[in-house]
């Protein structure tokens, strides 16, 4: 069974995804504790009501991000964090916090990286008028929405939608494919071999070749 630790700034769907998934006696991973650089946040209720151990550091109390990420850092082992899932985590991690965590830090992003890095993903798909978009659960390198991705999964986008539409179907993919990374690693399954993740036993004959011409 591997620690997890889950950091959150808000809502906390993704958490909540990883919080049922972790409910299942088969999952290889446990949440040890969730951290919120934002008190009063839903995420932190959530995790209460399972049970799980909260704490808030709030970046707002440290004069630099090295000391805020030295405080994270110090609650991580206290904890016996194995691993970290940023989940809707809203703050950069400096490059000493990342180096002491390598590969050891999965991140979800609602884009196809390497598209769209950064905020406002959907309108930014949207405006660039791609058919596809969606999701990404990556191991996290120092560099902003960068890393070796584990999982992804498409979303087509419709002439109708639009940024909050795109959003809620990119969000429901998000919450099926963080579960489903986290378990590969925690199941020691995924080796990083430079930029790319090669994971182990894994069955490709299942993927399907999605045409996004409409007919
Ligand atoms: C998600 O879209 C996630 O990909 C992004 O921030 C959002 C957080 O949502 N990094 P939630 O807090 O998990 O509901």
């Known amino acids: 069974m591997v620690n997890v630790a889950v950091l959150i700034s ?3 769907t993704n958490l909540q995804a990883l919080i049922d998934a972790c409910a299942d006696k088969s999952f290889p991973a446990r949440i040890a504790l969730v951290i919120s650089n934002n008190p009063g946040v839903k995420g932190l ?9 909260t704490k808030v550091i709030n970046h707002r109390d440290y004069k630099s991000r090295e000391e805020f990420d030295d405080k994270l850092h110090e609650a991580l082992l206290e904890s016996g964090t194995e691993l970290i ?12 916090f990342v180096n002491r965590w390598k590969n050891k830090i999965l991140n979800i992003h609602p884009s196809l990286l390497p598209s769209f890095k950064g905020l406002h993903t959907q ?8 058919r596809f978009t969606g999701c990404t659960v990556h191991f996290v390198n120092p560099e902003l929405d960068d890393g070796p991705i584990i999982i992804q999964a498409a979303v087509a986008i419709n002439p109708d939608d639009d940024a909050d539409t795109l959003a809620a179907k990119v969000l429901t993919q998000e919450h099926i494919i963080y579960p489903q990374a986290l378990r ?3 199941e020691g399954r995924t080796q990083v071999d430079g930029s790319r993740v090669i994971i182990r036993d894994a069955n490709y004959a299942t993927q399907k070749i999605i045409n996004p011409i409409p007919e």
């Open 10 to 12: 808000g809502g906390g």
């Open 45 to 53: 209720e959530r995790a209460e009501k399972a049970g799980i151990p």
């Open 85 to 96: 899932c940023l989940a809707g985590f809203m703050r950069i991690l400096d490059t000493r």
């Open 123 to 130: 309108e930014r798909a949207l405006e660039a008028g791609v």
């Open 184 to 186: 590969l690693v925690a």
